[in-house]
């Protein structure tokens, strides 16, 4: 049974990996959980508050390397020779595996009375994030051994990983600056429930031609897992007091502290032109609390058992075959600690150049802020441009490129579809909805349709929805 | 421009409608076979010429029996599918020579016994592969040995000394093991 769900839990990884870009919401204006995207963002809101756990729901899928499609799909061919082909040789190390989830529990933002230029939002999500690169080589190893490989060098590398679930307290500032520059920071504190990293192995493991016996089995090691939290969900979980509770208190300030922020800004460069940027999670959590750390280090090189006469004489009692596994523990301890160690958050980083036109919405043109200037570029009714994104991730920053059209049609009624290139699809394009009924606002947009013709072929997906109640200036 | 309400129910009714999944078949994971067959060197004996002629026991020249836990580890006893001994012994002494494996299990009883002989000062090894489970000896073999014992008998005399330099007797051993994963 545990087999099996070691099984799930590796194609799940393998295959059902997510990334974190949230193209369609960035800079749609319309939607409120734009600003958690952009702190500087461009808003008409007066004010908005999310539903708790329906405001803000976001779920990402993606494989950069291959599709539930390519292993499970109905042809009559044997899933071995699939998994040796498509993924054992098929994928390499650098297709990541990874993924996010996002859900709001609060979410309020509102202007100031006393400043209209200013707009503050706070709230609290609760976040989970893990990456997984291919581990071809372990892969290899354990599906088809060492044998008949010799000076194929196993390298230990390959295991490159990092995750953690968090609730995020915010707090951010929305500034017009002036007619052209609003500027937005947000604060975080996280609250970390649990994170696990092993993202700096080294070593390999190699069988080569003994220098005494046939054969020499080498294994230079240099591998560290640190994990902070799991072992209590472990422990609540073995001794029947409730998963539940150890989450609820480590996320509520009971686990894992950090700290980090949020910046943007839009600006208008002339009456139908803005760019935006954002950087995003620029902050750490330190690891303190429920730590264990699990270490690899060293060299060995083993050729077997070794009797030499006439030295081997002098004890006929030895255990040699004892002392050898003393020797290979002694050369590659295995150890644990519990030594506190930092988590950086995966550092996002939006840009965007769009270019309005039509005729503006009157309403919204007129609008006069205090800073003397109209509210720019909303009430356009439509709208293209390009959008940057960039992640930091532990083999580099991942980049995507997306191209945009938003139409808006009034307040009631936005609607924004992108087409995306990054390493999961070239053929990503995706749609966005904002409705506005009044003082409720409802949100969907869904990813990589034309990944929906055969969704388990489909190496990208991802949705997002929610609701508001949202008032206008 | 106003645009229906219901302009949202069609959109997302169209996605429902053109979205769709090939039959996939998850029961295949039941007949995923995971058996990777795994090789290392599991002993190596040495002796000089000199103390071969030290010692005239017709019997043999040396002999004793080692602890060997690889095979009996419980991961691999229990997994093991089969398993291929390859020895090979090389002689650069001036007398022919057998050397005799036997695994033992824990009781101290001989599982299984090979001989093998080398011709004195011999230009080539002698390599025997002995398997295992499939077409070969009884698996059960591996899965029980805890102990390897090797003699060696000296078949020529107890005085010659070879011309080679350092002669010796050197015995090699590797074992390559299929494992049952899943």
């Given at each position: 049974m545990i087999y099996r769900y070691v099984m799930l839990l590796f194609f799940a990884y393998t295959f059902f990996g997510f990334a974190q870009n949230k193209q369609i919401m960035y800079d749609f204006k319309e939607v409120p959980q734009s600003m958690l995207l952009n702190p500087g963002i461009e808003t008409g809101l007066n004010m908005y508050v999310g539903i708790p756990l329906l405001s803000g729901i976001s779920f990402q899928a993606g494989s950069s390397g291959a599709s539930v499609n390519d292993f499970f799909a109905n042809d009559g061919l044997d899933i071995n020779d699939k998994i040796r082909e498509r993924a054992l040789y098929g994928m390499k190390p650098s297709d990541d595996l990874s993924g996010t989830y996002h859900l709001e529990i609060l979410n309020v933002g509102f202007r100031s009375k006393k400043n209209p230029d200013n707009?503050?939002?706070?709230?609290?999500y609760n976040e989970g994030d893990a990456i997984g690169y291919w581990f071809k080589d372990y892969a290899i190893l354990g599906f088809e051994g060492n044998a008949d490989r010799l000076n194929q060098r196993f390298d230990l590398s390959h295991l490159k990983t990092r995750g953690e679930m968090v609730n995020v307290f915010h707090f951010g500032i929305n500034k017009r600056v002036n007619n052209k520059l609003i500027v937005g920071a947000r604060a975080k504190l996280y609250s970390s429930i649990f994170s696990f990293k092993s993202t700096r192995n080294k070593g390999y493991f190699v069988t080569t031609p003994g220098e005494n016996n046939l054969l020499a089995s080498t294994l230079v090691a240099d591998m560290k897992?640190?994990?902070?939290?799991?072992?209590?969900?472990?422990?609540?979980?073995?001794?029947?007091?409730?998963?539940?509770?150890?989450?609820?208190?480590?996320g509520l300030l009971g686990g894992d502290l950090g700290v980090g922020v949020d910046v943007g800004f839009t600006y208008q460069l002339n009456r139908n032109t803005t760019v935006t940027a954002s950087i995003l999670d620029l902050g750490f959590i330190m690891n303190s609390t429920d730590v264990r750390n699990y270490t690899l280090k060293g060299q060995a090189t083993v050729e077997g058992v070794e009797v030499i006469l006439p030295d081997a004489l002098a004890d006929p009692s030895r255990d040699f075959w004892q002392e050898l596994v003393d020797e290979v523990d002694g050369l590659i301890p295995y150890e644990e600690n519990q030594d506190s160690y930092i988590s950086f958050r995966p550092t996002k980083l939006y840009g965007s150049i769009r270019y309005n036109?039509?005729?503006?919405?009157?309403?919204?043109?007129?609008?006069?802020?205090?800073?003397?200037?109209?509210?720019?570029?909303?009430?356009?009714?439509?709208?293209?441009?390009?959008?940057?994104?960039?992640?930091?991730?532990?083999?580099?920053?991942?980049?995507?490129?997306?191209?945009?059209?938003?139409?808006?049609?009034?307040?009631?009624?936005?609607?924004?579809?992108?087409?995306?290139?990054?390493?999961?699809s070239a053929t990503n394009i995706g749609f966005g909805a904002n409705l506005n009924l009044g003082p409720v606002n409802l949100y969907a947009m869904a990813d990589n349709l034309i990944g929906y013709k055969n969704l388990a072929a489909s190496q990208y997906a991802s949705f997002q929805l929610g609701i508001n109640v949202i008032s206008w200036r | 421009m106003k645009i229906p309400h219901y302009l949202f129910g069609v959109l997302f009714l169209c996605f429902s409608f053109v979205s769709c999944i090939d039959e996939q078949d998850f029961n295949q994971t039941d007949d995923i076979?995971?058996?990777?067959?795994?090789?290392?060197?599991?002993?190596?004996?040495?002796?000089?010429?000199?103390?071969?002629?030290?010692?005239?026991?017709?019997?043999?020249?040396?002999?004793?029996?080692?602890?060997?836990?690889?095979f009996s580890e419980d991961y691999i006893s229990d997994n093991v599918l089969e398993c291929t001994i390859t020895y090979q012994l090389?002689?650069?002494?001036?007398?022919?020579?057998?050397?005799?494996?036997?695994?033992?299990?824990?009781?101290?009883?001989?599982?299984?016994?090979?001989?093998?002989n080398i011709a004195a000062e011999s230009a080539t090894t002698t390599d025997l592969d002995v398997l295992y489970g499939g077409t070969g000896k009884p698996l059960d073999i591996i899965r029980n040995?805890?102990?390897?014992?090797?003699?060696?008998?000296?078949?020529?005399?107890?005085?010659?000394?070879?011309?080679?330099?350092?002669?010796?007797?050197i015995f090699r051993s590797s074992a390559k093991l299929k494992i049952g994963v899943r």
């Open positions: 707009f503050y939002s706070f709230g609290i897992l640190q994990t902070s939290g799991l072992n209590s969900i472990k422990d609540a979980n073995d001794d029947g007091t409730g998963v539940g509770g150890v989450l609820t208190k480590r036109f039509g005729e503006q919405n009157r309403s919204m043109r007129d609008c006069d802020c205090k800073a003397g200037g109209s509210k720019g570029s909303l009430g356009f009714p439509n709208a293209v441009g390009g959008q940057l994104y960039v992640i930091n991730r532990p083999r580099g920053p991942q980049v995507a490129l997306t191209g945009f059209y938003q139409r808006n049609f009034g307040k009631t009624v936005s609607l924004k579809t992108t087409y995306t290139v990054d390493k999961y | 076979i995971i058996e990777p067959t795994v090789e290392a060197s599991i002993f190596y004996f040495e002796t000089t010429e000199d103390l071969i002629n030290t010692n005239p026991d017709p019997a043999g020249f040396y002999t004793n029996d080692f602890n060997f836990d690889a090389e002689n650069t002494t001036s007398k022919p020579v057998s050397v005799i494996i036997e695994l033992i299990d824990d009781g101290g009883n001989v599982l299984d016994t090979t001989v093998l040995t805890s102990a390897l014992r090797l003699s060696a008998q000296n078949l020529g005399d107890n005085s010659s000394v070879s011309s080679n330099a350092d002669p010796k007797l």
